[in-house]
């Protein structure tokens, strides 16, 4: 095996190491700031929260 083999073992490491590290990094921050913690609650908040059905009455028709 040449030497030349061993140097791009030791960078594909680094750069998988380097891509591992920053994956963590920003799942960390994400958790850290909230972003994945409720990401379906605006639809459940959508679903649950309905505004009061309209009376019925004369404002609703058409005026003269």
Request: hydrophobic share 45%; glycine share 8%.
């Amino acid at each position: 095996m040449a030497d030349y083999a061993w140097a791009s073992v030791y960078w594909m490491y680094s750069l998988m190491a380097l891509f591992a590290l920053g994956a963590a990094f920003f799942l960390r921050q994400a958790l850290r700031s909230g972003a994945v913690s409720g990401d379906e609650a605006p639809k459940y908040r959508m679903l649950e929260d309905d505004e009061p059905a309209p009376q019925a009455g004369p404002e609703l028709g058409r005026q003269p």
